[in-house]
């Protein structure tokens, strides 16, 4: 029972004196100019080594992110040529590094998106054609099939060269999207 009381005294007596004003912490009234310099510089340290992984890292999300854009239009164009009953195309200028899709029987297209800078549309191939440059499309069925075919996107940076293939598969028309680093 007594060591018990001890305890309970030692801790009542150690809040009293960190609750009191002692000596060590009287005569001080803030930083020193060297404590200050001493943390401004590690955090410039940190921050300039963690910089350039960041941006890297934002820029390979940006990329993944465009890609996987395509293959989003791939799938809405799926969708629209299932629930209207109606083909629809998937249109695309290597060129421009443009793309579009488009209704067949009213010829009515979506509004024309332009790939990001950081890719380019390398290009296209199906059992048919393979396309370098200029335009080339993708048949959308109302039965949700399609032509197929594989559109390869590179990043325009030579000094992280990857690759995207959206592989679009005719049986099932869904795209599915590989990366693929050198």
């Known amino acids: 029972m007594r060591k018990a009381e001890k305890a309970i005294t030692k801790i009542s007596l150690a809040g009293k004196h960190w609750n009191s004003q002692s000596r060590v912490w009287k005569n001080r009234d803030g930083f020193s100019l060297f404590e200050l310099i001493l943390v401004l510089l590690l955090i410039a340290l940190i921050t300039g080594l963690t910089t350039p992984f960041l941006f890297k890292t934002l820029d390979r999300i940006k990329s993944q992110t465009s890609a996987r854009s ?15 009953k109606i083909p629809y195309t998937f ?9 579009w899709i488009n209704n067949v029987e009213t010829e009515k297209s979506s509004e024309v998106k332009e790939l990001d800078s950081r890719l ?27 032509s197929g075919g594989e559109i390869l996107i590179e990043t325009t940076k030579e000094e992280e060269k990857t690759r995207y293939t959206i592989t679009l598969d005719p049986v099932t028309g869904k795209p599915d999207v590989e990366i693929e680093k050198p």
Do not use: H, W
């Open 70 to 84: 395509i293959a989003t239009v791939l799938r809405y164009a799926r969708s629209k040529s299932i629930s209207e």
């Open 91 to 99: 249109n695309a200028n290597i060129d421009t590094n443009q793309y």
């Open 120 to 146: 380019k549309i390398i290009q296209f191939v199906d059992s048919d054609e393979e396309v370098n440059t200029g335009p080339f499309y993708i048949v959308f069925y109302p039965q949700g099939n399609s």
